[in-house]
Nanobody, 127 residues
Framework: QVQVVESGGGLVQAGGSLRLSCAVS????????MGWFRQAPGKEREFVAA???????TTYAGVVQGRFTLSRENDKMVFLQMNSLKPEDTAVYYC?????????????????????WGQGTQVTVSS
């Protein structure tokens, strides 16, 4: 059974940085796109960033474009570098693996394209 585990969340002041990690076990991320979503209290889960199976194409939500960078290493790990954090970035961040192989990165902006999800890691940005 594929398991997804996020780590790296925490409390940071506005303007600071965090690096979230996502580890996959019981399976591989090779040939699958990966993505990050976030959910703030009282709000729906929203798309943050996705990376295609090659690692060469990424897509970001407009509100994080230019501040967040998504990368992948080997067949098990994905990283989300978050810079210039703002209080409105406060949320639980979830990592997920795509449902089908060879998906285009643009398709991965939809939550329905993901099959395996982690439990989330809390990111809190103080003003």
């Amino acid at each position: 059974q594929v398991q997804v585990v996020e780590s790296g969340g925490g409390l940071v002041q506005a303007g600071g940085s965090l690096r979230l990690s996502c580890a996959v076990s019981g399976g591989t991320i090779t040939l699958y796109a990966m993505g990050w979503f976030r959910q703030a209290p009282g709000k729906e889960r929203e798309f943050v960033a996705a990376i295609d199976w090659t690692g060469r194409a990424t897509t970001y939500a407009g509100v994080v474009q230019g501040r967040f960078t998504l990368s992948r290493e080997n067949d098990k790990m994905v990283f989300l570098q978050m810079n210039s954090l703002k209080p409105e970035d406060t949320a639980v961040y979830y990592c997920a693996r795509g449902r089908t192989k060879f998906s285009t990165v643009q398709a991965m902006r939809s939550i329905t394209q993901y099959e395996y999800w982690g439990q989330g890691t809390q990111v809190t940005v103080s003003s």
